[in-house]
């Protein structure tokens, strides 16, 4: 069964981190998530700006949204411990990030230097609006690499 993440970071409304949410959301997915640990779980995922409500220009906050195999550590793990390529950032790099421009970053969190697993781990847990993958649908049961498997050629 697939897991859910829905991610929901509130911004900082300076031009620096709107500007950075901007960016975020219009390179996803980052040129590290070619890794085979984003390709053999992930089943989908999306980045959505959510507009400040209120009219005014900006944004509100961030949504990541994906479906995943495995559980929530293994997911987040697999980012975690991906090696940087030589040109752009990694998955962990845009969570990592998500910390800098958030209106409540970890407690703790004082840069990218600062941030260990633990960290990074709860900083996504604790943003999550979907932590109960039994009330997420879907229409089959099978992990990603069972679909690649059996997708007719």
């Not at 230097?113 to 609006?129: H, R």
């Not at 979907?130 to 690499?145: G, I, R």
């Amino acid at each position: 069964m697939a897991n859910p993440l829905t991610l929901f970071v509130v911004l900082k409304t300076d031009t620096f981190s709107q500007g950075a949410a901007v960016l975020a959301a219009g390179n996803f997915p980052p040129k590290g998530a070619t890794a085979a640990s984003f390709y053999d779980t992930v089943h989908y995922a999306r980045v959505a700006l959510v507009p400040n409500q209120d009219g005014s220009a900006g944004n509100y906050g961030v949504l990541v949204i994906t479906e995943f195999d495995g559980t929530m550590d293994t997911y987040l793990s697999a980012f975690w411990n991906q090696q940087s390529p030589e040109n752009g950032a990694t998955i962990k790099d845009v969570f990592v990030g998500l910390m800098s421009i958030a209106l409540h970053p970890p407690k703790g969190y004082t840069g990218k230097d600062s941030v260990d697993y633990k960290m990074f781990y709860d900083f996504i847990y604790e943003n999550n609006l979907n932590k109960d993958p039994e009330k997420n649908f879907s229409a089959y049961d099978w992990t990603v690499p069972q679909i690649l498997t059996n997708m007719p050629s």
